[in-house]
């Protein structure tokens, strides 16, 4: 959505073409650094949530594996910053960004409620979580049915193994 918007007035998606623009579109800059926030899983935005919950069962199932999780989680957020740095803050690298449009009334309203989702997820996980429960369960549940031993092949490794 935010690319989108970005890209409306821009024509570009190159990150090479931007730059400074937080000087021309500080509204816009605040919804794309909350969305940033959340997809780098800032504490207080919905992706930390549902990141910390992921890594705190990869590391129960596979500690390994989940490190190296962790490794690339870190590398995501470097170059999400990078990026924003490029894009957002510094000098205006390109005249045509001057003359860029802010974020519309129309488009804010848009944009609102994935923001408040985002905050009010982090804030408050509870509710989100309570709708997830009954069907993280039943995966659970076929999981674990799934790992045990049917009766016939214990019969078959007790066959082979005589």
């Not at 802010?102 to 509710?127: C, H, M, N, Y």
């Not at 009954?134 to 019969?155: F, Y």
């Amino acid at each position: 959505l935010l690319v989108g918007m970005a890209y409306e007035r821009r024509h570009s998606r190159l990150i090479a073409d931007y730059g400074g623009v937080a000087k021309v579109m500080p509204r816009f800059t605040a919804i794309f650094l909350v969305v940033t926030f959340a997809s780098i899983a800032l504490p207080l935005t919905n992706g930390f949530v549902g990141e910390f919950l992921i890594l705190a069962g990869a590391f129960k199932a596979a500690p390994v594996a989940a490190c190296f999780a962790v490794v690339g989680a870190v590398l995501g957020a470097w170059y999400m910053l990078g990026a924003v740095k490029r894009v957002f803050f510094g000098p205006l690298t390109d005249p045509h960004n001057a003359e860029l449009k802010d974020v519309s009334l129309r488009e804010g309203l848009l944009a609102a409620p994935f923001v408040l989702a985002i905050v009010l997820t982090g804030v408050k996980p509870e509710g989100v979580l309570a709708l997830m429960r009954p069907g993280a369960e039943r995966i659970e549940s076929q999981a674990h049915r799934s790992a045990l031993p049917r009766p016939a092949d214990a019969a078959a490794v007790d066959g082979a193994g005589r």
